[in-house]
Antibody, heavy 119, light 111 residues
Framework: EVQLVESGGDLVQPGGSLRLSCAAS????????MNWVRQAPGKGLEWVSV????????YYADSVKGRFTISRDNSKNTLFLGMNSLRVEDTAVYYC????????????WGQGTLVTVSS | QSVLTQPPSVSGAPGQRVTVSCTGS?????????VHWYQHLPGTAPKLLIY???NRPSGVPDRFSGSKSGTSASLAISGLQAEDEADYYC???????????FGAGTKVTVL
Protein backbone atom coordinates (compact mmCIF):
# COMPACT_ATOMS: atom_id res chain seq x y z
CA GLU A 1 0.00 0.00 0.00
CA VAL A 2 1.37 3.40 -0.98
CA GLN A 3 1.76 5.75 1.95
CA LEU A 4 2.95 9.36 2.01
CA VAL A 5 3.32 11.02 5.41
CA GLU A 6 4.21 14.71 5.63
CA SER A 7 5.71 16.39 8.67
CA GLY A 8 7.45 19.60 9.67
CA GLY A 9 4.59 22.08 9.44
CA ASP A 10 4.64 24.82 12.06
CA LEU A 11 3.89 28.43 12.92
CA VAL A 12 6.65 30.69 11.63
CA GLN A 13 7.12 34.43 11.39
CA PRO A 14 7.24 36.27 8.05
CA GLY A 15 10.76 36.08 6.64
CA GLY A 16 11.43 32.84 8.47
CA SER A 17 12.40 29.39 7.24
CA LEU A 18 11.00 25.88 7.51
CA ARG A 19 11.76 22.42 6.13
CA LEU A 20 9.00 19.95 5.34
CA SER A 21 9.50 16.20 4.99
CA CYS A 22 7.47 13.47 3.31
CA ALA A 23 8.17 9.84 4.18
CA ALA A 24 7.20 7.45 1.39
CA SER A 25 6.53 3.71 1.50
CA UNK A 26 4.81 1.01 -0.51
CA UNK A 27 6.49 1.74 -3.84
CA UNK A 28 9.95 2.11 -5.37
CA UNK A 29 10.50 5.73 -4.36
CA UNK A 30 13.58 6.26 -6.52
CA UNK A 31 11.63 5.48 -9.70
CA UNK A 32 9.08 8.27 -9.50
CA UNK A 33 8.98 12.05 -9.72
CA MET A 34 7.55 13.65 -6.59
CA ASN A 35 5.67 16.88 -6.05
CA TRP A 36 4.54 19.38 -3.45
CA VAL A 37 1.05 20.84 -3.79
CA ARG A 38 -0.49 23.33 -1.36
CA GLN A 39 -3.92 24.61 -0.38
CA ALA A 40 -4.27 27.99 1.29
CA PRO A 41 -7.22 28.49 3.66
CA GLY A 42 -10.44 28.76 1.67
CA LYS A 43 -8.59 28.39 -1.62
CA GLY A 44 -8.01 25.67 -4.17
CA LEU A 45 -5.05 23.40 -4.86
CA GLU A 46 -1.84 25.01 -6.14
CA TRP A 47 1.11 23.06 -7.53
CA VAL A 48 4.38 24.14 -5.88
CA SER A 49 7.27 22.03 -7.15
CA VAL A 50 8.36 18.76 -8.79
CA UNK A 51 11.62 16.80 -8.59
CA UNK A 52 12.79 14.08 -10.96
CA UNK A 53 13.33 10.49 -9.76
CA UNK A 54 17.10 10.96 -9.52
CA UNK A 55 16.82 14.40 -7.94
CA UNK A 56 18.83 16.00 -10.72
CA UNK A 57 16.01 18.15 -12.05
CA UNK A 58 13.54 20.36 -10.20
CA TYR A 59 10.90 22.86 -11.27
CA TYR A 60 8.94 25.44 -9.32
CA ALA A 61 5.81 27.57 -9.51
CA ASP A 62 6.62 31.23 -10.10
CA SER A 63 5.12 32.07 -6.69
CA VAL A 64 7.89 30.18 -4.84
CA LYS A 65 10.80 30.28 -7.29
CA GLY A 66 14.01 31.45 -5.61
CA ARG A 67 12.60 30.92 -2.10
CA PHE A 68 11.73 27.20 -1.97
CA THR A 69 14.00 24.22 -2.68
CA ILE A 70 12.76 20.71 -3.32
CA SER A 71 15.09 17.76 -2.67
CA ARG A 72 14.98 14.05 -1.98
CA ASP A 73 16.95 11.30 -0.27
CA ASN A 74 16.31 8.10 -2.19
CA SER A 75 18.24 6.05 0.35
CA LYS A 76 15.70 7.08 3.00
CA ASN A 77 12.61 7.28 0.76
CA THR A 78 12.07 10.85 1.84
CA LEU A 79 11.07 14.03 0.00
CA PHE A 80 11.86 17.50 1.35
CA LEU A 81 10.78 21.09 0.80
CA GLY A 82 13.03 23.83 2.11
CA MET A 83 11.19 27.12 2.49
CA ASN A 84 12.94 30.45 3.01
CA SER A 85 11.75 34.07 3.12
CA LEU A 86 8.31 32.87 4.05
CA ARG A 87 5.37 35.19 3.43
CA VAL A 88 1.90 35.36 4.94
CA GLU A 89 0.54 34.12 1.61
CA ASP A 90 2.55 30.90 1.95
CA THR A 91 0.18 29.85 4.74
CA ALA A 92 -1.34 26.58 3.55
CA VAL A 93 -1.64 22.85 3.99
CA TYR A 94 1.26 21.33 2.04
CA TYR A 95 0.73 17.93 0.41
CA CYS A 96 3.32 15.67 -1.12
CA UNK A 97 2.08 13.81 -4.18
CA UNK A 98 3.53 11.00 -6.27
CA UNK A 99 3.53 11.64 -10.00
CA UNK A 100 2.37 8.82 -12.23
CA UNK A 101 5.10 7.85 -14.67
CA UNK A 102 4.16 8.47 -18.29
CA UNK A 103 1.39 10.94 -17.49
CA UNK A 104 0.97 14.35 -15.94
CA UNK A 105 -1.16 13.43 -12.95
CA UNK A 106 -0.68 12.65 -9.26
CA UNK A 107 -1.85 9.19 -8.31
CA UNK A 108 -1.18 9.24 -4.55
CA TRP A 109 -1.25 12.05 -2.00
CA GLY A 110 -0.38 12.47 1.63
CA GLN A 111 -2.65 13.90 4.32
CA GLY A 112 -0.78 17.20 4.40
CA THR A 113 1.04 19.33 6.96
CA LEU A 114 -0.01 22.84 7.96
CA VAL A 115 2.34 25.79 7.58
CA THR A 116 1.21 29.04 9.16
CA VAL A 117 3.15 32.23 8.47
CA SER A 118 2.12 34.93 10.90
CA SER A 119 3.61 37.46 13.28
CA GLN B 1 -7.32 33.58 -11.07
CA SER B 2 -6.90 29.91 -11.95
CA VAL B 3 -5.63 28.84 -15.35
CA LEU B 4 -8.43 26.27 -15.56
CA THR B 5 -11.98 27.55 -15.01
CA GLN B 6 -14.53 25.58 -13.00
CA PRO B 7 -17.96 26.58 -11.66
CA PRO B 8 -17.81 27.31 -7.91
CA SER B 9 -20.64 24.94 -7.13
CA VAL B 10 -23.09 22.44 -8.54
CA SER B 11 -25.86 20.57 -6.76
CA GLY B 12 -28.29 17.76 -7.34
CA ALA B 13 -30.73 15.47 -5.61
CA PRO B 14 -29.77 11.91 -4.72
CA GLY B 15 -29.89 9.71 -7.81
CA GLN B 16 -29.53 12.60 -10.24
CA ARG B 17 -26.69 13.25 -12.68
CA VAL B 18 -24.48 16.31 -12.32
CA THR B 19 -21.61 17.56 -14.42
CA VAL B 20 -18.61 19.72 -13.56
CA SER B 21 -16.97 21.64 -16.38
CA CYS B 22 -13.33 22.60 -16.73
CA THR B 23 -12.29 25.15 -19.36
CA GLY B 24 -8.69 25.75 -20.34
CA SER B 25 -6.81 27.14 -23.31
CA UNK B 26 -4.55 26.30 -26.21
CA UNK B 27 -1.53 25.96 -23.92
CA UNK B 28 -3.01 23.27 -21.69
CA UNK B 29 -6.12 21.24 -22.49
CA UNK B 30 -6.14 22.48 -26.09
CA UNK B 31 -2.49 21.50 -26.47
CA UNK B 32 -3.54 17.88 -26.05
CA UNK B 33 -2.50 17.61 -22.43
CA UNK B 34 -4.91 15.34 -20.65
CA VAL B 35 -7.21 16.43 -17.85
CA HIS B 36 -7.30 14.71 -14.48
CA TRP B 37 -9.88 14.98 -11.73
CA TYR B 38 -9.52 14.76 -7.95
CA GLN B 39 -12.05 14.45 -5.15
CA HIS B 40 -11.14 16.30 -1.96
CA LEU B 41 -12.81 16.20 1.41
CA PRO B 42 -11.61 18.76 3.99
CA GLY B 43 -8.86 17.40 6.19
CA THR B 44 -8.13 14.42 3.98
CA ALA B 45 -5.75 13.54 1.17
CA PRO B 46 -7.03 14.43 -2.31
CA LYS B 47 -8.05 11.32 -4.23
CA LEU B 48 -7.47 10.68 -7.92
CA LEU B 49 -10.86 10.15 -9.55
CA ILE B 50 -10.25 10.30 -13.31
CA TYR B 51 -6.91 10.28 -15.13
CA UNK B 52 -5.97 10.91 -18.74
CA UNK B 53 -9.38 12.57 -19.27
CA UNK B 54 -11.49 9.39 -19.31
CA ASN B 55 -9.90 6.64 -17.21
CA ARG B 56 -10.92 5.54 -13.71
CA PRO B 57 -8.35 4.18 -11.25
CA SER B 58 -9.13 0.84 -9.69
CA GLY B 59 -11.75 1.20 -6.97
CA VAL B 60 -13.44 4.33 -8.32
CA PRO B 61 -17.14 3.61 -9.00
CA ASP B 62 -18.27 3.72 -12.62
CA ARG B 63 -20.75 6.43 -11.61
CA PHE B 64 -17.85 8.80 -12.23
CA SER B 65 -16.87 9.49 -15.83
CA GLY B 66 -14.78 12.02 -17.68
CA SER B 67 -14.69 13.52 -21.14
CA LYS B 68 -12.60 16.04 -23.05
CA SER B 69 -13.17 18.08 -26.19
CA GLY B 70 -11.12 20.93 -27.57
CA THR B 71 -10.09 23.21 -24.72
CA SER B 72 -12.64 21.85 -22.22
CA ALA B 73 -13.32 18.79 -20.13
CA SER B 74 -16.14 17.52 -17.95
CA LEU B 75 -16.63 15.27 -14.97
CA ALA B 76 -20.00 13.55 -14.71
CA ILE B 77 -21.40 11.95 -11.59
CA SER B 78 -24.45 9.79 -12.19
CA GLY B 79 -26.65 8.29 -9.51
CA LEU B 80 -25.54 11.02 -7.09
CA GLN B 81 -25.01 9.80 -3.52
CA ALA B 82 -24.63 11.65 -0.22
CA GLU B 83 -21.02 10.46 0.02
CA ASP B 84 -20.22 12.30 -3.23
CA GLU B 85 -20.52 15.65 -1.46
CA ALA B 86 -16.98 17.05 -1.76
CA ASP B 87 -14.76 19.47 -3.65
CA TYR B 88 -13.70 18.41 -7.14
CA TYR B 89 -10.64 19.75 -8.95
CA CYS B 90 -9.54 19.43 -12.54
CA UNK B 91 -5.82 19.46 -13.34
CA UNK B 92 -3.66 19.54 -16.45
CA UNK B 93 -0.23 20.70 -17.60
CA UNK B 94 0.42 24.10 -19.15
CA UNK B 95 3.24 24.29 -21.69
CA UNK B 96 3.36 28.10 -21.61
CA UNK B 97 3.84 28.18 -17.85
CA UNK B 98 5.83 24.91 -17.71
CA UNK B 99 3.70 24.07 -14.71
CA UNK B 100 0.99 21.77 -13.51
CA UNK B 101 -2.25 23.71 -13.21
CA PHE B 102 -5.48 23.21 -11.27
CA GLY B 103 -8.95 24.62 -11.49
CA ALA B 104 -10.25 26.56 -8.49
CA GLY B 105 -12.44 23.65 -7.50
CA THR B 106 -16.17 22.91 -7.60
CA LYS B 107 -18.18 22.11 -4.50
CA VAL B 108 -20.72 19.40 -5.22
CA THR B 109 -23.70 19.48 -2.88
CA VAL B 110 -26.22 16.67 -2.57
CA LEU B 111 -29.61 18.22 -1.81
Amino acid sequence: EVQLVESGGDLVQPGGSLRLSCAASGFTFSSYAMNWVRQAPGKGLEWVSVISPSGNNAYYADSVKGRFTISRDNSKNTLFLGMNSLRVEDTAVYYCAKKNSGSYHFDYWGQGTLVTVSS
Amino acid sequence: QSVLTQPPSVSGAPGQRVTVSCTGSSSNIGARYDVHWYQHLPGTAPKLLIYDSTNRPSGVPDRFSGSKSGTSASLAISGLQAEDEADYYCQSYDSGLSAYVFGAGTKVTVL
